[in-house]
């Protein structure tokens, strides 16, 4: 069975850090690409940052400097270094996974909260 769990959100002050974690079965985990995504109260949801097999990153320009992607392929675990978060950063965050073995798949969590708030 796939499972995609993330954990590490909460409530963080204006210029804090956090660190997202998404613990993937191993069906789950993918070789080819795993991503966050995030979605704020009344919004679509968006691409936070992307991470492929070759260790090849995109991030949404928001975040860029800021947020960093990486994958722990030993342990199934994709991670997302939060750093100087601001108030727009309020979203529930999403992992995701995009298998292409045998078939193309793709896989969501079901989200953690992070609010930046004074």
């Known amino acids: 069975q796939v499972q995609l769990v993330e954990s590490g959100g909460g409530l963080v002050q204006p210029g804090g850090s956090l660190r997202l974690s998404c613990a993937a079965s191993?069906?789950?985990?993918?070789?080819?690409?795993m991503g966050w995504y995030r979605q704020a109260p009344g919004k679509q949801r968006e691409l936070v940052a992307l991470?492929?097999?070759?260790?090849?990153?995109t991030y949404a320009d928001s975040i860029k400097g800021r947020f960093t992607i990486s994958r722990d392929d030993a342990n199934y675990t994709l991670h997302l270094q939060m750093n100087n978060l601001k108030p727009e950063d309020t979203a529930v965050y999403y992992c995701?996974?995009?298998?292409?073995?045998?078939?193309?798949?793709?896989?969501w969590g079901q989200g953690t909260q992070v609010t930046v708030s004074s």
């Open positions: 995701n996974s995009v298998v292409m073995v045998p078939a193309r798949r793709e896989y």
């Open positions: 991470i492929f097999g070759n260790g090849a990153t």
């Open positions: 191993r069906s789950g985990f993918s070789i080819y690409r």
